[in-house]
T-cell receptor, first 114, second 109 residues
Framework: IAGITQAPTSQILAAGRRMTLRCTQD?????MYWYRQDLGLGLRLIHY???????GKGEVPDGYSVSRANTDDFPLTLASAVPSQTSVYFC?????????????FGPGTRLTVL | GQNIDQPTEMTATEGAIVQINCTYQ??????LFWYQQHAGEAPTFLSY??LDGLEEKGRFSSFLSRSKGYSYLLLKELQMKDSASYLC??????????WGAGTKLIIKP
């Protein structure tokens, strides 16, 4: 693995179902992020983690949860999916040193909730 | 509130120069990022400015004016592969990125 991987690539989900989007990085980055991207809107931060064992809420956290048990993995869970959660989800990571802290993105997961 | 504004779409000709503008309002400021995003792909990092002035990197340059809350991305010698969306993002006082909606750049031969 080189960089950030996300799984699945795409998914169609029935409303009310539980879903976990996976994200793994091999760059030993401290910070990780989950964004959603919707047409006409900028990337919106869902949750973030500055270091393993800690998480924080972003701009649009409702309906989502995350965990950060180790440095490499940062799964995003939708407990009970709703159609408004149809979106493209990007995971990103950075060194977490602030300032020139460039975020590197995974390839994304395209989620459709019916 | 925090806000990033950039044009929704721009069109330019292959070989020409295009300037994509971005204005920002954030709670505190720790720098301005530009990312490129091809359709169906992830954003990729282009540039970072934290001091006023122009940063040049090959065919791409980025400018920042902190007093005006303004940045631009300048693309020279446009190529067809430059057709993409360009995302402006400002880092606030909490080191979180506030993203613009992106500018879709269409390159015509």
């Amino acid at each position: 693995i080189a960089g950030i991987t996300q799984a699945p690539t795409s998914q169609i989900l029935a409303a009310g179902r539980r879903m976990t989007l996976r994200c793994t990085q091999d760059m030993r980055h401290n910070a990780m992020y989950w964004y959603r991207q919707d047409l006409g809107l900028g990337l919106r931060l869902i949750h973030y983690s500055n270091t393993a064992g800690t998480t924080g809420k972003g701009e649009v956290p409702d309906g989502y949860s995350v965990s950060r048990a180790n440095t490499d993995d940062f799964p995003l869970t939708l407990a009970s999916a709703v159609p408004s959660q149809t979106s493209v989800y990007f995971c990103a990571s950075s060194t977490g040193t602030g300032g020139t802290d460039t975020q590197y993105f995974g390839p994304g997961t395209r989620l459709t909730v019916l | 509130g925090q806000n990033i504004d950039q044009p929704t779409e721009m069109t330019a000709t292959e070989g020409a120069i295009v300037q994509i503008n971005c204005t920002y309002q954030t709670s505190g400021f720790n720098g301005l990022f530009w990312y490129q995003q091809h359709a169906g792909e992830a954003p990729t990092f282009l540039s970072y400015n934290v001091l006023d002035g122009l940063e040049e990197k090959g065919r791409f340059s980025s400018f920042l004016s902190r007093s005006k809350g303004y940045s631009y991305l300048l693309l020279k010698e446009l190529q067809m592969k430059d057709s993409a969306s360009y995302l402006c993002a400002a880092m606030d006082s909490n080191y979180q990125l506030i993203w613009g909606a992106g500018t879709k750049l269409i390159i015509k031969p």
